[in-house]
């Protein structure tokens, strides 16, 4: 399972250098950016850096285990590959790839909305533990046949996002054109032209759509033009009412991905969801939110163990890991940093950054004094002070 160990690479940000090495500006900048000034994108990184971990000597860690439940089922190591769109376009193959390393490591993964591949085209079987991020179309006939769709196709889970009511300003995306496209002009094609690999790869592989886009001849030719009508087609007049519809429509787990607030949190759990993620979406939708992590122990407080808090948002390091378990998340999702490994080396290059991370979570425990991700959870473990410090609260 550990096969792949390429040399020059000893953490996420080393993946993240070897992306942006392989991908045209115009998507390395769209992984890597966030909304307007960045300030959120930025809080999410450097709040949990400032979260210290506190080691305990002399305790017995010959054996430490990862393993721990969330969503209904053991996992091999607390982590899920969060939803992710576009990764067709970032590797070809992208999504199925992704979905095989996390079958392998022992994780579930979470299906974007706004994929390439569709649901019943990821794996030959596909685990129940899985998950499909919805987001809820104006058009509710056709959310209500990409709900039977997702559920024919196998997926346990449905994770709906809500805290894209309109889509963030990326300033990236709009210096780089990319909002305005339909098809590339010269100053793209010359950006291609620079990242031979990813080119070559994109000439062999089948021409980009958006599977959402199969029977929706509205959304257009290109994927620029497709992923652009797709938006577009978000409902932002959702409300909780909804929210109890899809309760009431979807058979499986339901997790509420978005979640920032206490309040929010609250009326998530009364509407019926199972779990909710602790996100504010990469830092790529409302600039000037909560880091995810400062927000986190408000929302488990407020949730008493009534549903599960999953947590997302700047983790790249298996102390990241540790700190979020510590402050009451039961498992993390991973956004950009499985991403670059995708980028950077496929379906083996997520695999490594799960082995990277596996490996650094199991050192922090060990040094913690811990040996398994129950003792995360026991007070002490973290010591908040320098998060508090900084603005005189948590
Ligand atoms: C390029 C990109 C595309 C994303 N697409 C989606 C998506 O389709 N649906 C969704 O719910 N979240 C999406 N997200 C948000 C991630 O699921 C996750 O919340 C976020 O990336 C976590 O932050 P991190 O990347 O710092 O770990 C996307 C994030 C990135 C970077």
Redesign the pocket.
Known sequence: MWGYHPSGIANIDDYRRAAGRRLPRLLSD???GGASGEVT?AA??SDLRRINLRPAVLRDVSAVSLAGGFLGACHAMPLML?????LGAFRAGGEAAAFRAARAAGIPA?L????VTAPEDLLDRMPPENAF?L?VLKDRGRTEALLDRVLRAGFGTL?V?V??AVSGIRERDIRNGLRRLSRPGPAIITDFLRHPLWLAERIRARPLAMFLADDWPEAGSTYLEQAGFLAGQIDPSLTWHDLEWLRRRWPGQLVV??ILTAEDARQSVDCGAQAL?V??????QLDGVSSTIRALPGIVEAIAGRAEVLF?????RGGDIARALAMGASAC?????Y?YGLVAAGEAGVTDVLRLLAEELRTTLALMGVSGISGLRAAGTVDLSRLQDDNGHG
Not at 82 to 86: A, E, K, L
Not at 279 to 284: D, K, Q, T, Y
Not at 312 to 316: A, K, V
Request: with cysteine.
């Open positions: 769209y992984l890597d994108l999410n990184l969060g939803p992710v769109g576009s979470c974007s909305s706004f994929s991020q987001y994770a996002t805290d894209t991905k978005g993620v996100s504010n979406h990469g830092g790529r997302d948002g700047g983790i790249r999702l991973l956004g950009r940093a991403v």
